[in-house]
């Protein structure tokens, strides 16, 4: 199993080869405890992918997990926002080009 930081370069790329000319952030984690990963800016439109290694990852119960599952699901009500792991990647990544066009 690759590591999460290998997972989220390969997916960096693969963003931005689905959405060319997309600006992909990697937000800072000190400044907002749990918030996302990744902000993904395309045209008029963002969203933002907390990305997991596993889905197993996203499950453990943590303080940490409990935040990012609120800000996940707040960000999601504003735009789009998920989270992101090698299983639902093609899910995740088809849902977030539909928000781009909508």
Same mark, same amino acid.
């Given at each position: *199993?690759?590591?999460e930081?290998?997972?989220?370069?390969?997916?960096k790329?693969?963003?931005? !080869? /689905?959405?060319?000319?997309?600006?992909?952030?990697?937000?800072?984690? &000190? *400044?907002?405890q749990?918030?996302?990963?990744? &902000?993904?800016?395309y045209?008029?439109r963002?969203?933002?992918? %907390?990305?997991?290694? #596993? %889905?197993?990852? /996203?499950?453990?119960? #943590? &303080?940490t997990?409990?935040?990012? %599952?609120?800000?996940?699901? /707040?960000?999601?009500? *504003?735009?789009?926002?998920?989270?992101?792991?090698? !299983?639902?990647k093609?899910?995740?990544?088809?849902? *977030? !080009? /539909?928000s781009?066009?909508?």
């Open positions: *199993m690759a590591s930081s290998d997972f989220q370069k390969k997916l790329k693969e963003i931005s !080869e /689905r959405f060319p000319g997309c600006y992909i952030l990697k937000n800072d984690p &000190t *400044m907002i749990g918030i996302p990963d990744l &902000t993904i800016l045209n008029d963002w969203a933002m992918l %907390e990305v997991k290694q #596993s %889905e197993k990852a /996203r499950h453990k119960s #943590s &303080t997990i409990k935040q990012q %599952e609120t800000h996940v699901a /707040r960000l999601n009500d *504003m735009s789009f926002a998920a989270f992101i792991f090698p !299983e639902n093609e899910d995740v990544l088809d849902a *977030m !080009e /539909r781009f066009t909508v």
